[in-house]
């Protein structure tokens, strides 16, 4: 900007030329430093991370956050009843869970399952994960 100060008024929001931050000099020279990330960006980039895994003998990529929701699975699967909450609550928040899927048919979070509900939907899982080649 112009130093002449017949071209430029001082006033509310345009303080005088020689009160401004210089270029790249913070007003908050203590504050949060560049680059540095905060929990939610960091567990993010952590569960995008790829790993190596094997799975029916071969090498596979998946993302951390793949390997995750597939242990989850495996849990249900071979009967575990925590696993099994916790995929249901989990799905019951997920927005855009997928059509057609063998826990489609699967009750509500609120709802209370019977014995004979809970088994079948295990049934179901365990075929479906035997069906992609799982262990």
Not at 39 to 60: C, H, P, S, Y
Not at 71 to 87: M, S, T
């Amino acid at each position: 900007m112009s130093s002449d100060p017949t071209t430029y008024t001082v006033g509310y929001g345009r303080p005088p030329e020689a009160t401004r931050f210089k270029a790249g000099q913070s007003g908050n020279p203590k504050g949060r430093p560049k680059g540095s990330h905060n929990f939610q960006t960091l567990l993010d980039d952590e569960l995008q991370t790829r790993v190596a895994v094997i799975i029916n003998g071969k090498t596979q990529l998946l993302t951390k956050a793949e390997l995750a929701v597939r242990q989850q699975v495996d849990k249900a699967a071979h009967g575990d009843p925590r696993a099994f909450a916790l995929l249901m609550k989990v799905r019951g928040q997920t927005a855009t869970a997928p059509e057609g899927g063998a826990l489609n048919h699967a009750a509500a979070p609120e709802t209370e399952l019977t014995a004979s509900q809970f088994a079948d939907i295990l049934a179901s899982i365990a075929r479906d994960h035997v069906a992609e080649g799982g262990s």
